[in-house]
């Protein structure tokens, strides 16, 4: 992260290339193994995928790829699986499709910021669209219009808007899916979504990894935790749960000396109705911090306001108002403090990033002791990268072991018929309807695929 104020990446607009698609369908499981960590991509219902992308090649429908966030690797894990699993799915069925199998991907536009010149290149190239998450952003709306009104390749993207590190439980939906949605409907086509809920699991186990993770927390924490290899799920589940609230406490310590001005009176164990109660107040008192400083009014839920605070940050420091370079000395001066301050702040803003996801009541859903050890497992990870973030790390440096395999499971796709509502009550009812369908819908992906992964 930049300490001084720079100018911000310009916006690069997508323009598919074929001599890239080709070098990416040669080099793309490569660079899955090698810098993704993913051995191999397993799908469920892959066939919901090919009659989605041929009728959307039909022109018979505009086909929106909805999938869960739940890891870092999630984006470039379903573009291989567009690439080649479903390629090698229709050599083996004798499917064949009018043109090749892509799709377009929308990323945050501040990738454009850090990323290096190879992905500055690549993205754009392949169709990728950069938006601003919670922010109207011109350039980008009208990419996306453009994207569906030539419907060339289906719309791909994350309608949770950022990682949320579990597998089996959907995230609020930001507004984002729904506007998406009605546009595409204006194209007087059937719209289909195709909820995929992705997921991950470990060539050493989740045993071996909740292990290791306890290893690493106790270190950190400089607890004495230890369990046994062949400890039953009450031991771990005890020792992730004693390690997590150590971890809670000495976060409660570090932000009743760094912020006291917004600390609650509340914040004494003992005092919340549940332990995710507590991580929100800490959460609350982290943004509150961030909102003091950089004059953000404090509205909304917890991650409109994650999302505020990012982009406060992001745009201290890259400016797009302004090349820092060309301002007077004593203006570049004040934009440099600010810049430094953001960079200050970015620290604390990605703790939360993976604080907010910290839920103890998480490992007591699962319905099979296979599916309660994942769910051990995904919260041990969250556990490890709080430490992470604590360091000075991001999402980039979060601890993610090689040889995984990636398991996607595509859902009951959603049929909407072409935009017919004339009143703006109709229109906000669709809207909701809408709204709701797409999270039902990756709810229920979520749960199938709990249930194959608990199988395993």
């Keep these: 992260m930049e300490k001084k104020a720079v100018r911000e990446a310009s916006f690069l607009p997508p323009r598919f290339s074929m001599p890239t698609y080709t070098l990416l369908r040669i ?36 086909l929106l790829v909805l999938f869960r966030h739940t890891a870092k690797e ?5 573009l291989g699986c567009v690439m080649g699993n479903l390629a090698q799915w229709c050599r083996k069925n004798g499917k064949k499709l009018k043109d090749i199998p892509h799709v377009h991907f929308l990323y945050g536009k ?7 010149q190879l992905s500055r290149w690549l993205l754009p190239r392949i169709g990728g669209i950069p938006v601003i998450n919670h922010k109207v952003y011109r350039p980008s709306m009208d990419a996306i219009k453009r994207a569906l009104k030539e419907g060339r390749f289906p719309l791909a ?19 984002g899916a729904t506007v998406f949605t009605r546009w595409a409907q204006k194209e007087n086509k059937k719209v289909t979504l195709l909820p ?29 935790a230890a369990v046994k290899p062949d400890s039953d799920y009450s031991s771990l589940r005890e ?17 009743g000396e760094t912020c006291p001005e917004t600390m609650h009176s509340h ?24 909102e003091k400083i950089l004059e953000i009014k404090k509205q909304g839920d917890i991650l409109g306001r994650i999302f505020r605070l990012r982009y406060k940050i992001v745009n201290a420091i890259y400016r797009e108002d302004v090349d820092p370079e060309t301002l007077p000395p004593m203006e570049k001066t004040w934009a440099d403090y600010r810049a430094f301050t953001a960079s200050y702040l970015k620290r604390h803003e990605e703790i939360i990033d993976a604080l907010e996801y910290l839920d103890p009541s998480y490992i007591d859903g699962g319905a099979t002791e296979k599916s ?17 973030r604590i360091g000075g790390g991001n999402i980039d440096s979060r601890y993610s072991p090689k040889g995984k395999t990636a398991h996607l499971l595509f859902g009951e796709p959603i049929d909407i018929p072409p935009s017919r509502f004339g009143s703006t009550e109709s229109r906000r009812e669709a809207d909701e309807n809408i709204h709701l369908a797409i999270h039902e819908a990756l709810e229920k992906a979520s749960s199938e695929l709990e249930r194959e992964m608990g199988k395993q």
């Design 27 to 62: 080099v793309g499981k490569h660079y899955l193994r090698i810098v993704e960590g993913i051995s191999k991509i397993s799908t469920i219902n892959i066939e919901r995928l090919y009659r989605g992308i041929r009728e959307h090649q039909d022109g018979k429908s505009i």
């Design 74 to 78: 999630d984006a470039p894990v379903l």
């Design 110 to 116: 501040d990738v454009l910021n850090w990323a290096g």
């Design 157 to 175: 993207f994350a309608p949770e808007a950022q990682v949320t590190y579990h597998m089996f439980r959907t995230s609020e939906i930001a507004a």
């Design 196 to 224: 995929v809920a992705i997921g991950y699991s470990y060539r050493e186990g989740f045993r071996r990894l909740i292990l290791d993770n306890i290893e690493v927390l106790s270190t950190f924490l400089d607890e004495k």
């Design 239 to 255: 020792t992730l749960l004693f390690l997590s609230d150590r971890l809670v406490s000495g976060l409660e310590k570090i932000y």
């Design 267 to 290: 914040m004494k164990k003992g005092s919340f109705p549940n332990e995710r109660e507590r991580v929100l107040s800490i959460c609350d008192r982290i943004l509150s911090y961030g």
């Design 372 to 388: 309660t050890l994942i769910r051990m497992a995904e919260f041990s990870m969250i556990l490890r990268d709080i430490t992470n």
